[in-house]
């Protein structure tokens, strides 16, 4: 998976999800969106952040808790929260000063 974030200045966050047809036929795509929906958990994100998150075809053979744990990591690691994201309680984080 590859995770973008973008500054938002608005009050909520939002989640974007992109699935090509390289990872499957129209069932295994929704499936693949479903599951990273719920993985992201993005009323637990900080608000102020456009989250867009790419699968990749390996996403097919994944674990649930795989996905997840990778997701939250990812977010971790782009600075959208903190190591507490990991509880799926994000906090700490706030959206930085400049404007993209």
């Known amino acids: 998976m590859v995770v973008r974030v973008l500054p ?8 974007g999800v992109v699935v090509s ?6 069932v295994v795509r929704n499936r693949a969106k479903r599951r990273i929906r719920a993985a992201t958990n993005i009323r ?5 952040w456009d989250v867009v ?8 053979s ?3 808790r795989d996905l997840e744990r990778e997701l939250r990591e990812l977010l971790v690691r782009a600075g959208v929260c903190t190591s507490d994201c990991l509880d ?3 906090s700490g984080s706030s959206v930085p000063e400049d404007n993209f």
């Not at 998150?53 to 097919?60: D, E, F, M």
């Open 44 to 48: 637990a994100v900080p608000p102020g």
């Open 62 to 64: 994944a674990e649930y």
């Open 8 to 15: 938002n200045g608005l009050g909520v966050s939002r989640l």
């Open 53 to 60: 998150v790419i699968a990749r075809t390996s996403i097919q």
């Open 88 to 90: 799926g309680h994000c």
């Open 21 to 26: 047809k390289k990872v499957g036929g129209a």
